[in-house]
């Protein structure tokens, strides 16, 4: 590979290394990789700085057509050839040194065939081996745009295309489970009711099963095993459209976006650029690494590094890495017009060539600067599992990030903290950690990040359920066939008194009560709240925290409701409602103190008397109770104010509604309480809570 010139990881080029000629340089080496339709007709470019040989194999039935690649100095490989029409197959096979002078393997095999790493379709052959399509790309979009909600009015709900609807019986039977289903007129209707603005899809890319699960029997379920970047998953499309070939799926996912859009719900995607389905060093060998093992990330003696636990780690400090995930996220923002992308392990994208992250990572500015990718939502899940891997906070201006601090603080609160009183008498932690997640989480953003750096949850796909976290101390993941070693045994939950299903009623009843705080600490905290589907109508996976390989009943989403799963969906409702109602609940910019600062939130505290708080009740855990106030600072709605009462305690507790400024009355808008006297109370009138309580005011 002498005659071979490598991209620089800085990006530039051998003979250039002014920055913006090496960045010129760099897109230029790398444009229009995959298939594309040119002035010479059908031409496909690969890169591969370490093969010494590339072809171009095209399905030609009976025959295979080759059509041996040419490289030029940046080490792209190129080919044209006018059978690459819409619906046919093609792969690539290559050659070269299987270890590299820096010690990197690459696995070369000119018998294995490949995928071209930007195929955006794939098809299967009799004997089950994966090939590139080339597919069909017309689409009307029929003049439908982008919702583009502005962050704070988001309400982001979590879902799996298959899970959600495969039980659905509002969804015609030959829908269910696919693109199609959740485009169904029936299920927009029912997420637009609910009042979630975007559905923030687990992954839909083209993904395949690991190697060790097939041999369990397992499956799996979440998709977090990529195959291709730019394929959508044929397996959640109809049978229709999967006996139509990858350009019938395409048009089913696009056809499903534009019919969300058209409802004014947006389109996330959870996305894995950390990782592939190549596994391991001894997995399946499908793609990049059989172009080039420098695609993933290794030593400096050309060992392996793996930092996300799932045996490979894709290097994006490689210039050619790094582009491949840039190229997959224009393609799915403005082929497919997805609204959004959540990156699985995004700790993982910002890690340079040393291995260490820094928040100023080329792809992660990259990403948020690139004009082809503007106003796309950029949430990181951030963290991964190598040294330094949390990264809760540290994420650039223009990032938001699943708020991990806030799901621990908040089930503390209302979970472990009320077990604990219940043994010893009292609680472990303070109200003061609380109060900062309820009101935006400003410790853990900077100030130029403002609350919406911070999307907030309760439960995730990851985890238990709303209903199980609330119902189990402990996990039960028995049935995934490892001895009940997998998932966290961090759950923050409690039981309330028995381990699973009761028909004790007082038990069912703290259960539900815990539940009604939960949703609303979600709702009306400051930040971008995020429910995963199914929490509003009381899901469970029957204790198990780590669902990624059941794809049945015990993952999906049961649509048979009963009086309290009605219940607990009519509360959710009202939640969010409530939230889109009152703006002083969804600041935008973190406030300044002594200074008006427009689309933040002017917060006063109160404690159960309704005088201010002394500093050392917010470190007592024998205070419980805290009234927060809440009064916008209008940019561009009226101004609102309201109160929320939070009682965390099952011991009752007297809260007298505070006696502050031009304040003349209290009307309360939602409790999860007992039933509630809905008359108007004037500032100093006192109440009783007789337990763990949230209560939403109205402030005139």
């Not at 172009?291 to 490689?318: E, F, K, M």
């Not at 004009?371 to 650039?396: C, H, K, S």
């Not at 039981?495 to 038990?507: C, L, Q, R, S, V």
């Amino acid at each position: 590979m002498s005659d071979v010139e490598l991209l620089p990881r800085d990006g530039g080029d051998a003979a250039t290394r002014d920055p913006a000629e090496a960045e010129s340089a760099r897109a230029d080496a790398l444009r229009d990789l995959g298939v594309r339709v040119t002035a010479d007709g059908p031409t496909i470019r690969v890169w591969s700085g370490r093969a010494t040989g590339i072809d171009l194999v095209i399905d030609d039935a009976p025959a295979e057509h080759v059509v041996p690649l040419t490289r030029d100095v940046h080490g792209v490989w190129s080919g044209s050839d006018p059978r690459l029409a819409p619906g046919r197959r093609y792969w690539l096979r290559a050659d070269g040194p299987v270890v590299g002078d820096d010690g990197v393997r690459t696995p070369f095999d000119p018998g294995v065939n490949l995928l071209d790493p930007y195929a955006r379709g794939l098809g299967r052959t009799g004997r089950g081996e994966w090939r590139g399509v080339v597919v069909d790309e017309s689409f009307d979009w029929g003049g439908v745009e982008k919702p583009r909600t502005p962050l704070d009015h988001t309400v982001v709900y979590e879902a799996h295309v298959r899970g959600l609807t495969r039980l659905a019986p509002f969804v015609p039977d030959d829908l269910r489970g696919t693109y199609a289903g959740l485009a169904h007129e029936n299920t927009i209707a029912y997420l637009t009711d609910l009042g979630v603005t975007a559905v923030q899809l687990l992954p839909v890319h083209q993904h395949v099963d690991e190697q060790r699960l097939v041999a369990q029997g397992f499956e799996n379920y979440w998709g977090y095993n990529t195959l291709s970047y730019f394929a959508p998953h044929a397996g959640y499309a109809s049978r229709d459209a999967q006996l139509g070939g990858p350009s019938a799926v395409l048009r089913e996912f696009k056809g499903m976006v534009k019919l969300l859009h058209a409802a004014g719900i947006e389109v996330w995607l959870d996305v894995v650029y950390n990782h592939t389905a190549e596994e391991g060093e001894d997995g399946p060998v499908t793609s990049l690494r059989g172009l080039d093992g420098s695609y993933y990330r290794h030593d400096a003696d050309g060992n392996p590094i793996d930092v996300t636990g799932c045996g490979n780690t894709l290097d994006t400090s490689l210039p050619a890495a790094s582009r491949l995930v840039l190229d997959s996220l224009r393609y799915w923002a403005n082929d497919l017009q997805i609204d959004g992308f959540r990156f699985d392990l995004a700790a993982t994208l910002g890690r340079g060539p040393d291995a260490v992250f820094s928040p100023d990572a080329p792809l992660l500015t990259a990403i948020r600067d690139d004009p082809a990718l503007e106003g796309v939502r950029l949430i990181a899940e951030p963290w991964d599992v190598g040294l330094g891997g949390w990264q809760t906070g540290n994420f650039p201006v223009g990032w938001s990030e699943w708020n991990d601090r806030f799901r621990n603080r908040v089930r503390e609160f209302w979970l472990r903290d009320i077990a604990h009183a219940r043994g010893s008498g009292s609680s472990t932690n303070g109200l003061g950690s609380f109060a900062s997640k309820l009101s935006g989480s400003s410790g853990l953003y900077a100030h130029d990040r403002g609350p919406l750096a911070g999307v907030n949850f309760i439960t995730a796909h990851d985890g238990f359920t709303l209903a199980d976290v609330v119902a189990y101390d402990q996990k039960h993941n028995l049935r995934n066939g490892e001895d009940n070693r997998d998932g966290t045994d961090d759950n923050r939950s409690f039981n309330h008194g028995a381990e699973g299903p009761t028909d004790n009623p007082w038990i069912l009843d703290a259960r539900r009560r815990a539940s009604r705080n939960l949703l609303a600490t979600l709702f009306l905290s400051a930040g971008v709240p995020m429910l995963t589907a199914g929490d509003e109508i009381g899901r469970t996976q029957r204790g198990n925290n780590n669902g990624y390989c059941s794809d049945d009943e015990s993952s999906w989403v049961d649509w048979n409701l009963d009086d309290e799963r009605e219940a607990l969906l009519a509360d959710t409702k009202a939640l969010i409602r409530l939230r889109r109602e009152n703006p002083a609940l969804r600041p935008v910019r973190f406030g300044t103190f002594g200074d008006v600062t427009p689309s933040a939130t002017d917060m006063t505290w109160f404690g159960a008397d309704g005088g201010p708080l002394e500093p050392d009740d917010w470190r007592n855990p024998a205070h419980r109770t805290l009234l927060y106030l809440a009064a916008s600072t209008p940019e561009f709605e009226a101004f609102n104010r309201v109160l929320i009462v939070v009682h965390g305690s099952e011991s009752p507790v007297t809260v007298t509604l505070p006696e502050y400024g031009d304040i003349e009355s209290y009307e309360v808008l939602w409790t999860s309480g007992d039933a509630f006297d809905p008359r108007p109370r004037l500032p100093g009138e006192s109440y009783a809570i007789l337990g763990p309580t949230v209560t939403l005011w109205r402030v005139v």
